[in-house]
């Protein structure tokens, strides 16, 4: 482990409880997030992206077993530190926007609530000044207008775009070193697509984090990320430079992935994946 690894999955299998036996979802999965580095993860639907990413924030459930490895945050083994540990670190050391965000948020509370109550809990020294000027703060950081009124507002007051960016908010009010966002783009029209990519690309301009990036679409993670890892069937098949595995698929399944999309040529990619 090299000073700058954020996180280290060593080779780590799990598996999902399938009647009276166990399934495998991921098997012997190794890879780092380094200090700053926005990682992709591609895979079709059903590859494991999300188990994955679940297990970076050390998540538990009856129905999942860690078969083997395991998931180092800062040098700190999530499955074997004690769980309050592990459930200070989600929220506040790490970021995480569920696939679907926007529709996720608690829809009973106000937009101030939740970000008040996620503030206050992990940054108890904060002054509830400090905590309001801190909420408002994030909300304009995503691109959400007028946000005094915003945090007066509830959930379904916003557009799905605008609660997807509020989900980005939450993820970031605490400032974490890990941002892990599952699949922020998909089922979204390609402008607010864009915008959101857009986004993602400020706030890792604007703050010193790493992100680890979900996506089913090769495209979006072209625009985005620095190295790319490719999943296939619970394995890691391919990882390295976004670029090449990008323009040098080296695994068939990734070439596959590649002609599966929508057809651009050489040069747009290019210039896509030099405007990162
Ligand atoms: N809670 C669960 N219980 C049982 N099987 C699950 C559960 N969640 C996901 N799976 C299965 O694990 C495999 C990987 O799912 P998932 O991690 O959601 O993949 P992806 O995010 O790449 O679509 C799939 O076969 C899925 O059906
Ligand atoms: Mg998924």
Redesign the pocket.
């Known amino acids: 482990m090299t000073a700058t690894d954020l996180v280290r999955v060593e080779r780590l299998s799990a598996d999902?409880?399938?009647g009276a036996g166990w399934?495998p979802?991921l098997r012997d999965v190794s890879l780092t997030i380094r200090a700053g580095e926005v990682l992709g993860l591609a895979?079709?639907?059903?590859?494991?992206?999300?188990?994955?990413a679940a297990l970076l924030l050390g998540e538990t459930?009856p129905?999942?077993r860690i078969r083997a490895g395991h998931v180092r945050f800062g040098g700190i083994d999530l499955f074997a530190a004690p769980r309050d540990t592990v459930q200070a670190l989600r929220g506040r050391r790490i970021g995480f926007v569920p696939?679907n965000g926007g529709a996720s948020l608690t829809p009973t509370m106000r937009i101030g609530g939740l970000l008040r109550s996620l503030l206050r809990h992990h940054r108890p020294e904060l002054s509830s000044r400090d905590v309001g000027v801190r909420a408002e703060r994030v909300l304009a950081e995503v691109g959400i207008p007028d946000p005094p009124a915003a945090l007066r507002r509830f959930p379904h007051q916003f557009s799905g775009g605008q609660q997807q960016r509020i989900a980005l908010a939450l993820a970031l009010a605490c400032e974490p070193d890990l941002l892990v966002l599952?699949e922020p783009t998909t089922g979204q029209d390609a402008v607010i697509r864009q915008a959101m990519l857009a986004l993602l690309r400020a706030i890792r301009r604007e703050r010193h984090l790493s992100i680890l990036f979900?996506t089913?679409d090769l495209a979006t993670l072209a625009q985005l990320c620095d190295r790319a890892a490719v999943?296939y069937q619970?394995e890691i098949v391919e990882t390295g430079p976004a670029p090449d595995v990008i323009e040098r698929p080296s695994h068939t399944y990734t070439r596959k992935l590649m002609a599966a999309l929508p057809r651009m040529d050489d040069a747009a990619l290019a210039d896509r994946v030099a405007a990162q």
């Open positions: 999902y409880r399938d399934r979802v895979g079709e639907s059903g590859s494991g992206k999300s188990t994955l459930m129905e999942r696939q599952d979900v089913h999943m619970g």
